[in-house]
């Protein structure tokens, strides 16, 4: 094994930070052999916290409409070819009665930025689940949203957040971006969530046009120094109709490798193994597991909408319903000798760091 390697790993095990050279460094000297200590040392922090039990969050997709023009993103608001779709409060209340029904404890409302959803709306339907379903976490997903939005989404009884950065290169997210998006105002977001008490799901994609080994490592810096509760990373994936239809995707390879350093830079983190990750290999999602993440999210959404909530080319898992899902997932953990548990899933924070 190369010295500076393995010199690098040590230090990332033990001191769980690294400098942006070293980052950088490690995201481009990926090899097999250092991917494999990555994945082990990674799945032994994870196991030392939360052992081979996976959490299960159910995945709302609620509406796929969307004021935003992501130059990556599928539904995108200049994309002609989707069916536009919403979900109505009783659609998004039986989600939740099959969910539970199948042992889900975290429902995860997902939408476009949808502007029908006033926060009136929204926070009717975020206290009617908490009403009907009081032993159940609830994360949205909805996009950037005023400081004063996310506190009356907060105290209506979301409990988390997932606002992925994107990127946290200013000049990267400008380039995947159209000019009216800004960069400022996402990290504004992120931080803003934090402040008001969520628990704040990060992330990136791996391998997104124009990433560069110093962006990622520039991510990685982030997550490291913004310690979040989720981290939701996954490979690009391009998607027909949009400005970056014809972009390869990114790797599993490069995907597992980054989702290792996380464990590693937060060893508490809940890290799921995505729905990307599972459409560009097969076993994507398992591998997931086997490099440290211990979060799946199946679709809970209803059979009729979920090939239009289509982010990215072949996403899986659109045709069945809710129960197969929960069940296959439940088979292929089984498999690989991880146990999805029927639990909300909370972070278990490290001691030093609460
Ligand atoms: N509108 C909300 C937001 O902006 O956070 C949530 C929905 S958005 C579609 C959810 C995530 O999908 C994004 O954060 C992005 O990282 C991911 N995504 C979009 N297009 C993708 C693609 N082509 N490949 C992989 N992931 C993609």
Redesign the pocket.
Known sequence: MDEKLFSIIDSLEQNRRLSFEELTWLVSHRSVEGAMLLAKKAAAVRDSIYGRDVFVRGLIEFSNI?K?D?L????RKSQTACQRYRLTEPQIMLCCQQGYALGFRTFVL????DGWFTDERLCQIVSHIKTEYPDCAITL????RSRESYQKLFDAGADRY???H?TATKSHYEKIHPKEMSFDHRMQCIQDLRDIGYDVGI???VG?PYQTPEDLARDLLFIEDFRPEMC?I??????AG?P?AHFP??TLEETLYLLSIIRLLVPDVLLPATT?LGTIDPLGREKGMQAGANVVMPNLSPVQVRKKYM??DNKICTGEESAQCRNCLDLRMDKIGYTIVSDRGDIRREKSHV
């Open positions: 969307c935003n992501c990556y993103c599928g539904i997902q939408s476009g930025e997903s909805v996009g950037e997932l606002l992925r994107e992330g990136m994609m997104a939701g996954g490979p690009f994936i391009p998607a949009t970056f995707a990114g990307a982010l990215y």
